[in-house]
């Protein structure tokens, strides 16, 4: 955003910006911006929106389930499963 400056002093809303250097913090926004534009087409305007539903679309996707390192799929869980007990070898 060009004019951030202005826009932050016009509406007192913080701007957030991934730092030099750190893709890792524009893989989240990206993922961020693809969840919003199945709310928000491209070309939606913002001002059509009430609050009521951007808060209702804030609380959906802050609900939504999250992949932790503590997850593991099934397939993964059978797999541990088998080998542990050595009926599979990591070497096939």
């Not at 016009?10 to 709310?39: K, M, V």
């Not at 929106?49 to 503590?70: D, F």
Request: aromatic share 8%.
């Amino acid at each position: 955003m060009a004019r951030h400056q202005c826009f932050t002093t016009a509406t007192n809303i913080r701007g957030n910006f991934c730092d030099p250097r750190s893709p890792w913090q524009r893989g989240s926004n990206e993922n961020t911006n693809g969840l919003l534009r199945q709310y928000f087409p491209r070309g939606t305007h913002l001002s059509r929106i009430s609050q009521s539903q951007l808060n209702a679309i804030a609380l959906r996707l802050n609900q939504r389930p999250r992949c932790t390192k503590s997850a593991v799929s099934e397939n993964r869980r059978s797999f541990i499963k088998c080998y542990t007990a050595g009926q599979v070898s990591p070497f096939r």
